[in-house]
């Protein structure tokens, strides 16, 4: 899946191009409206994120330029600007949603993700497997080898993250930041911990093993060959 992220905010720019990256997304970065239409009228995007108050041309000219073009796909603007009125020009000239800043990566994630289900264009499967290992997100059951397996909530998602992108080995940072929507703390133990008790819930009396530790890079969830 690709995303265009039009923000001149080079701060927030680039913490918006890592975040969707380390989520599985590829992701292209303009500084300013010019080049910001340039790459949405010429390159085919899934998404686009786009600021309100931009160099060249602002926010709402690139998504009057993107409507005009014909092309439907879904606009998010991620923005510092809050007033109704804005909200509500962002909205009739053709925008899916709308989100201010300042904004947790998590919320903005969700909203991606939501978009891009809603134009279809994203199916999430309702049950995530790996091995003999279940995890039905509508019913919010995970089972193993058929036996129902009881989490708490922080291990249901972790659990749901790991089977997500499975096979990749995740940093700590990554999983801090989508499990517990905070900024990873070197002087902390809460993942280690919690990778511990969902080893014991998930994988211990079981095989094949499932969760694995890459030493210094992070953890992956994977069926070893």
């Given at each position: 899946m690709k995303?265009?992220?039009v923000?001149?905010e080079?701060?927030t720019g680039?913490?918006?191009?890592q975040?969707?990256c380390e989520?599985?997304f590829?992701v292209d970065l303009?500084?300013?409206g010019l080049?910001?239409?340039?790459?949405?009228?010429t390159e085919?995007?899934?998404?686009?994120?786009l600021d309100?108050?931009?160099?060249?041309i602002d926010?709402w000219?690139?998504l009057q330029?993107v409507r005009r073009?014909g092309k439907?796909?879904?606009?998010?603007f991620?923005?510092?600007k809050?007033?109704?009125?804005?909200r509500?020009?962002?909205l009739?000239?053709g925008?899916?949603?709308?989100?201010?800043?300042p904004f947790?990566?998590s919320?903005?994630?969700?909203?991606?993700?939501t978009?891009?289900r809603?134009?279809n264009?994203?199916?999430e499967p309702?049950v995530?497997?790996?091995?003999?290992?279940?995890?039905d997100?509508?019913?919010?059951r995970?089972t193993?080898c058929?036996?129902?397996?009881d989490?708490?909530?922080?291990?249901?998602?972790?659990?749901?993250?790991?089977?997500r992108?499975?096979?990749?080995?995740?940093p700590?940072?990554l999983?801090?930041s989508?499990?517990w929507d905070?900024?990873?703390?070197?002087?902390t133990?809460?993942?280690?911990?919690a990778?511990?008790?969902l080893?014991?819930?998930?994988?211990?009396?079981?095989?094949?093993k499932l969760?694995?530790?890459?030493r210094?890079?992070?953890?992956?969830l994977?069926?070893a060959?």
């Amino acid at each position: 899946m690709k995303i265009l992220v039009v923000e001149d905010e080079p701060k927030t720019g680039d913490y918006l191009r890592q975040g969707l990256c380390e989520a599985g997304f590829v992701v292209d970065l303009a500084r300013d409206g010019l080049d910001g239409l340039h790459l949405a009228l010429t390159e085919a995007y899934d998404l686009a994120i786009l600021d309100v108050m931009l160099p060249g041309i602002d926010g709402w000219q690139v998504l009057q330029g993107v409507r005009r073009s014909g092309k439907d796909m879904p606009v998010l603007f991620l923005t510092a600007k809050d007033a109704v009125d804005d909200r509500v020009k962002g909205l009739e000239l053709g925008a899916d949603d709308y989100l201010v800043k300042p904004f947790a990566f998590s919320e903005l994630l969700a909203r991606v993700r939501t978009l891009l289900r809603r134009g279809n264009k994203l199916k999430e499967p309702d049950v995530l497997r790996a091995a003999d290992l279940e995890l039905d997100l509508l019913r919010r059951r995970v089972t193993r080898c058929g036996k129902k397996i009881d989490l708490t909530a922080k291990e249901f998602s972790l659990l749901e993250l790991l089977l997500r992108r499975q096979g990749e080995v995740l940093p700590r940072s990554l999983i801090a930041s989508q499990v517990w929507d905070m900024n990873f703390d070197s002087d902390t133990n809460v993942i280690e911990v919690a990778i511990r008790r969902l080893r014991a819930k998930v994988d211990d009396g079981y095989e094949p093993k499932l969760i694995h530790t890459a030493r210094g890079m992070g953890y992956v969830l994977e069926v070893a060959e």
